[in-house]
Nanobody
């Protein structure tokens, strides 16, 4: 049973910071990619950031220069600085492992609310 558990969400004022964590456990032998999506009310889920095996990272344009993704053993982090009200969303951790079935696994999500 693959399990992804997010933590670190909460309420913060615009301009503030939060650090999200996602601990991964279970039968995933080779995780190729770890990352974060988010979904605001009434909006489609969108990719925020991802990190691949080599350590290379990709970011959505709307978070470049503000967010940073990192990985330590079985945990992936998302450092979020200079938060804006439009960052308010549920943030979901995910893993991609091409040799697993299913290839994608998702966490339950953690709420981030940024006040004006």
């Amino acid at each position: 049973q693959v399990q992804l558990v997010e933590s670190g969400g909460g309420l913060v004022q615009a301009g503030g910071s939060l650090r999200l964590s996602c601990a991964v456990s279970g039968s995933i032998f080779s995780i190729n990619t770890m990352g974060w999506h988010r979904q605001a009310p009434g909006k489609q889920r969108e990719l925020v950031a991802r990190i691949i095996e080599s350590g290379s990272t990709d970011y959505a344009d709307f978070v470049k220069g503000r967010f940073a993704i990192s990985r330590d053993k079985n945990t992936v982090y998302l450092q979020m600085n200079s938060l804006k009200p439009e960052d308010t969303a549920v943030y979901y951790c995910y893993t991609y492992a091409r040799n697993s079935s299913p290839s994608y696994h998702w966490g339950q999500g953690t709420q981030v609310t940024v006040s004006s």
